[in-house]
């Protein structure tokens, strides 16, 4: 039912329950329904997290790490009995779909129950949905014991191809245990990928799946966000693309990271076939929400691949404000059962950059290439429509991430002196 001005008006808004406000990703939330006028109760176990100083926030709420305490601290909230709740972060997602029949009767949610996230962000069986309705997805291989994987092996073409190895899903024990990052290197032999599969397994009581790496660079990934009513109709989308200027990692023969992800910089572009695979896959799945499906183009033959799913709101989603598709304000109003109106379509070649993490990358580089990527990024800086955690009327968020930023740099840099110091060793 559609909601008229004049209602809104005269009806207090619906609240609004974020859950985990560190991230951009929950930031840009926060914000944009905060200059909705809407009431936003920011929850986390991090008294710290960045979105807390944002002054969009009615209502501070702190819980404990474990689900059970969480959703314990959820259900005492009667006062906002019927608030829409919005999970903006893998632990919480997890939280909300594996309790869902317990929290949909005090909230209006907006992340689908476990059997549906699950089947998305699990690789294997999103793969293999995907597959079943024509989309194209990278050959991956899922042993199931110590001789399949042998057999597995056998089979990769290290010549010509790279993989990586992942958690079918993404919870628990990360794969990479250095990293803490569910993505790990294959490596460029057969001898190497076994021994990781092995040591992957003895550390997380499981066989990673092996994956075959798409071929081409980092700006033939397509990023689709989009946001699905409860019918499973898209209602909202945008696509963006990863902008080389970032100096990327090149790890055992490809580009890091593996996923699209809109790392730290990105842009604006349309991609009608990505649309149309993303929404026509998300429907499949019976799935509503906020999500962002990531393909890249295969270079051999054209052919545009599912990378993954992300069922929640990424990082850049503060840039659908500067595409006029603001997406946590479509979520909003789509639960609430308010009309959306967006523009017939966007401008592309719009970025977004997460400044600090930006800086952090490129200073790790020489003097001459860290100057030369600060000049092009100052050459850009007119395309870019929206940055991490800053908001014109909401200030505070950003200049924290700013002041942390600066404050790491300072320490890691005395510490390196300090290092070079005591390497010299004493003079004459």
């Given at each position: 039912?559609?909601?008229?001005?004049?209602?809104?008006?005269?009806?207090?808004?619906?609240?609004?329950?974020?859950?985990?406000?560190?991230?951009?990703?929950?930031?840009?939330?926060?914000?944009?329904?905060?200059?909705?006028?809407?009431?936003?109760?920011?929850?986390?176990?991090?008294?710290?997290?960045?979105?807390?100083?944002?002054?969009?926030?009615?209502?501070?709420?702190?819980?404990?790490?474990?689900?059970?305490?969480?959703?314990?601290?959820?259900?005492?909230?009667?006062?906002?009995?019927?608030?829409?709740?919005?999970?903006?972060?893998?632990?919480?997602?997890?939280?909300?779909?594996?309790?869902?029949?317990?929290?949909?009767?005090?909230?209006?949610?907006?992340?689908?129950?476990?059997?549906?996230?699950?089947?998305?962000?699990?690789?294997?069986?999103?793969?293999?949905l995907a597959r079943s309705i024509g989309l194209h997805v990278?050959?991956?291989?899922?042993?199931?014991?110590?001789?399949?994987?042998?057999?597995?092996?056998?089979?990769?073409?290290?010549?010509?191809?790279?993989?990586?190895?992942?958690?079918?899903?993404?919870?628990?024990?990360?794969?990479?245990?250095?990293?803490?990052?569910?993505?790990?290197?294959?490596?460029?032999?057969?001898?190497?990928?076994?021994?990781?599969?092995?040591?992957?397994?003895?550390?997380?009581?499981?066989?990673?799946?092996?994956?075959?790496?798409?071929?081409?660079?980092?700006?033939?990934?397509?990023?689709?966000?989009?946001?699905?009513?409860?019918?499973?109709?898209?209602?909202?989308?945008?696509?963006?693309?990863?902008?080389?200027?970032?100096?990327?990692?090149?790890?055992?023969?490809?580009?890091?990271p593996y996923e699209l992800g809109a790392n730290v910089y990105?842009?604006?572009?349309?991609?009608?076939?990505?649309?149309?695979?993303?929404?026509?896959?998300?429907?499949?799945?019976?799935?509503?929400?906020?999500?962002?499906?990531?393909?890249?183009?295969?270079?051999?033959?054209?052919?545009?691949?599912?990378?993954?799913?992300?069922?929640?709101?990424?990082?850049?989603?503060?840039?659908?404000?500067?595409?006029?598709?603001?997406?946590?304000?479509?979520?909003?109003?789509?639960?609430?059962?308010?009309?959306?109106?967006?523009?017939?379509?966007?401008?592309?070649?719009?970025?977004?950059?997460?400044?600090?993490?930006?800086?952090?990358?490129?200073?790790?580089?020489?003097?001459?290439?860290?100057?030369?990527?600060?000049?092009?990024?100052?050459?850009?800086?007119?395309?870019?429509?929206?940055?991490?955690?800053?908001?014109?009327?909401?200030?505070?968020?950003?200049?924290?991430?700013?002041?942390?930023?600066?404050?790491?740099?300072?320490k890691r840099d005395l510490s390196h002196i300090a290092k070079?110091?005591?390497?010299?060793?004493?003079?004459?």
């Amino acid at each position: 039912m559609n909601t008229s001005n004049d209602r809104r008006a005269t009806v207090a808004p619906t609240p609004a329950i974020v859950l985990g406000v560190e991230h951009p990703r929950a930031v840009a939330v926060v914000q944009s329904l905060g200059r909705m006028g809407v009431p936003v109760v920011g929850v986390d176990h991090d008294r710290t997290a960045r979105g807390m100083y944002s002054r969009y926030l009615k209502e501070k709420i702190f819980v404990r790490g474990s689900h059970e305490d969480a959703v314990a601290t959820l259900e005492s909230l009667t006062r906002y009995q019927g608030a829409v709740v919005i999970a903006t972060n893998d632990h919480y997602l997890t939280l909300v779909a594996q309790n869902f029949a317990r929290l949909s009767r005090c909230f209006t949610l907006t992340t689908a129950p476990w059997e549906v996230v699950s089947t998305l962000m699990d690789k294997k069986r999103c793969y293999t949905l995907a597959r079943s309705i024509g989309l194209h997805v990278p050959r991956f291989f899922v042993p199931a014991s110590i001789e399949e994987l042998d057999q597995v092996i056998t089979e990769l073409d290290f010549k010509n191809h790279a993989y990586v190895l992942t958690k079918s899903l993404p919870t628990g024990e990360p794969t990479d245990g250095s990293t803490q990052r569910f993505t790990q290197v294959a490596g460029l032999d057969a001898q190497t990928a076994r021994a990781r599969c092995i040591e992957i397994m003895r550390r997380t009581s499981a066989l990673p799946m092996i994956a075959e790496v798409v071929p081409g660079q980092s700006d033939t990934c397509i990023g689709v966000s989009l946001i699905l009513d409860q019918h499973h109709d898209t209602v909202a989308w945008y696509c963006v693309k990863r902008l080389q200027l970032r100096p990327y990692k090149k790890d055992e023969g490809f580009i890091h990271p593996y996923e699209l992800g809109a790392n730290v910089y990105c842009e604006s572009t349309h991609d009608d076939e990505a649309v149309e695979g993303a929404s026509r896959l998300l429907r499949a799945a019976s799935y509503y929400g906020p999500a962002t499906v990531e393909f890249r183009r295969d270079v051999t033959d054209g052919r545009l691949k599912l990378i993954k799913i992300d069922p929640r709101f990424v990082r850049a989603t503060s840039l659908s404000v500067a595409l006029q598709v603001d997406l946590p304000a479509v979520l909003y109003r789509v639960f609430t059962g308010e009309s959306v109106s967006l523009p017939k379509s966007y401008p592309d070649g719009i970025a977004w950059i997460w400044l600090t993490w930006y800086l952090d990358t490129v200073r790790q580089k020489s003097v001459g290439r860290t100057a030369r990527r600060l000049g092009a990024l100052l050459q850009e800086a007119g395309r870019i429509g929206a940055v991490a955690y800053l908001s014109k009327s909401d200030q505070l968020p950003f200049l924290v991430d700013v002041s942390r930023w600066a404050k790491a740099s300072v320490k890691r840099d005395l510490s390196h002196i300090a290092k070079r110091l005591r390497l010299a060793g004493p003079q004459g």
